[in-house]
Structure formats: structure tokens, C-alpha cells
Nanobody, 122 residues
């Protein structure tokens, strides 16, 4: 089983930036299948960004142009650079070790980390 540890969350003012990290260890897996999700209070967990098989990255419409997902294969770590943060980005952010695209939609199939809280004040 894959173990994931997220870090980098915190409190930031609107317009600010944060960089989240997700370090993976454990069973054999592909870092190229990982993704980021978030869950705001009272809302369902939603996809933020995920690597797709073509080598590119899929982003939720709400974060396009502001968030960038990247990877360091040598460190088995993925990152989420978040710029121009908005209060509506406030949520617990989770990484998942395997995100699959099925019939045009994305689903989490892998392990979850413990999450990291991001709070954006207005």
C-alpha cells in the first residue's frame, strides 16, 4: 500500500500563494497517476488537479490559470503551487495515489493522505 503525507497548508490572505507537497512511499506505484483533491466544510470532495496519461495535467475549471501541479520523480513527491488564492479555495487538500479517467470523468482509486488545511482570508 502507498503512504502519502501532505504538507504546506496554512493561513494566507486572498491573493497570496502556497505550495503544497505530497510525499509518497511504500508499494510500487506511478507518480504519474497522482492527483490533488479538496474538501470544503459541508461539501463533497472534488478534484483539483491530476496527471493524465498523455503526460499533461487536468485542472478543475475553478483553479485553471492559478494552480500548477508538478512532480519530482526522484523524490516521489508531487506539488501543488497555488497562486492568487481566493476565499473559496479554503478547504482541506488531499492527494491521491491513483486517479483514473473513465468516460471523461476522473475518479480516485488509490490511497489518501491525511490532508492539509488551506485557509484563505478575505
Amino acid at each position: 500500500q502507498v503512504q502519502l503525507v501532505e504538507s504546506g497548508g496554512g493561513l494566507v490572505q486572498a491573493g497570496g500563494s502556497l505550495r503544497l507537497s505530497c510525499a509518497a512511499s511504500g508499494s510500487i506505484f506511478s507518480i504519474n497517476r497522482m492527483g490533488w483533491y479538496r474538501q470544503a466544510p459541508g461539501k463533497q470532495r472534488e478534484l483539483v488537479a491530476a496527471f493524465i496519461s498523455s503526460g499533461s495535467t487536468n485542472y478543475a475549471d475553478s483553479v485553471k490559470g492559478r494552480f500548477t501541479m508538478s512532480r519530482d520523480n526522484a523524490k516521489n513527491t508531487v506539488y501543488l503551487q497555488m497562486n492568487n488564492l481566493k476565499p473559496e479555495d479554503t478547504a482541506v487538500y488531499y492527494c491521491n495515489s491513483e486517479v483514473r479517467r473513465i468516460s471523461g470523468s476522473y475518479y480516485p482509486f488509490g490511497s489518501w493522505g491525511q490532508g492539509t488545511q488551506v485557509t484563505v482570508s478575505s
